[in-house]
């Protein structure tokens, strides 16, 4: 009996655990990712294909910066007008010097963007990115804006808008 119930309150301690080391943390709902160019010949498990200037171009399916590494946003529209969007990022520390590195080996090669999983925009590399900002020019709506305002600050706020 003592031994059932033991197991008992492990398998549930268990079950548990995951729920107890998450509380606290908000899950995002909005995802961003900017994927660096590579070769179509690297493994095909790891890239994926997007048409650009009528190429096909390979990107690493891992991303290089995501939704974890930024600090705060700010949108504008963007020169496509309509319900067209861009929006500025800044990066943490970490992400910062991450970005700058990628941007220096990387010259010459494409940047793309992706928010929810949506292909936004793609920027050609052309020398470093030292202050820790990354842009999307055009392609995010008003409802990605929306979205990142529920998980992000706006550039100069200190706290996420409820």
């Given at each position: 009996?003592?031994?059932r119930?033991?197991?008992?309150?492990?398998?549930l301690?268990?079950?548990?655990?995951?729920?107890?080391?998450?509380?606290?943390?908000?899950?995002?709902?909005?995802?961003?990712?900017?994927?660096?160019?590579?070769?179509?010949?690297?493994?095909?498990k790891m890239?994926?294909?997007?048409?650009?200037?009528?190429?096909?171009?390979?990107?690493?399916?891992m991303?290089?910066?995501?939704t974890?590494?930024?600090?705060?946003?700010?949108?504008?529209?963007?020169?496509?007008?309509?319900?067209?969007?861009?929006?500025?990022?800044?990066?943490?520390?970490?992400?910062?010097?991450?970005?700058?590195?990628?941007?220096?080996?990387?010259?010459?090669?494409?940047l793309?963007?992706?928010?929810n999983?949506?292909?936004?925009?793609?920027?050609?590399?052309d020398?470093?990115?030292?202050?820790g900002?990354?842009?999307?020019?055009?392609?995010?709506?008003?409802?990605?804006?929306?979205?990142?305002?529920g998980?992000?600050?706006?550039?100069?706020?200190?706290?996420?808008?409820?």
């Amino acid at each position: 009996m003592q031994t059932r119930r033991a197991a008992l309150l492990t398998m549930l301690g268990l079950a548990l655990s995951p729920a107890v080391f998450a509380s606290g943390k908000k899950e995002m709902k909005a995802t961003l990712s900017f994927h660096i160019e590579t070769e179509a010949t690297d493994n095909p498990k790891m890239i994926f294909g997007q048409m650009a200037y009528g190429k096909t171009r390979y990107f690493r399916r891992m991303p290089e910066i995501t939704t974890k590494d930024v600090v705060s946003f700010s949108p504008f529209p963007s020169d496509a007008g309509g319900d067209d969007y861009g929006m500025v990022f800044i990066l943490k520390e970490n992400a910062a010097k991450r970005l700058a590195a990628i941007t220096n080996i990387n010259q010459g090669k494409w940047l793309l963007a992706q928010i929810n999983g949506r292909v936004v925009d793609g920027v050609l590399i052309d020398k470093p990115v030292n202050d820790g900002r990354i842009v999307i020019w055009k392609g995010a709506t008003l409802a990605d804006v929306t979205i990142f305002d529920g998980d992000l600050p706006r550039i100069g706020q200190q706290k996420k808008q409820k």
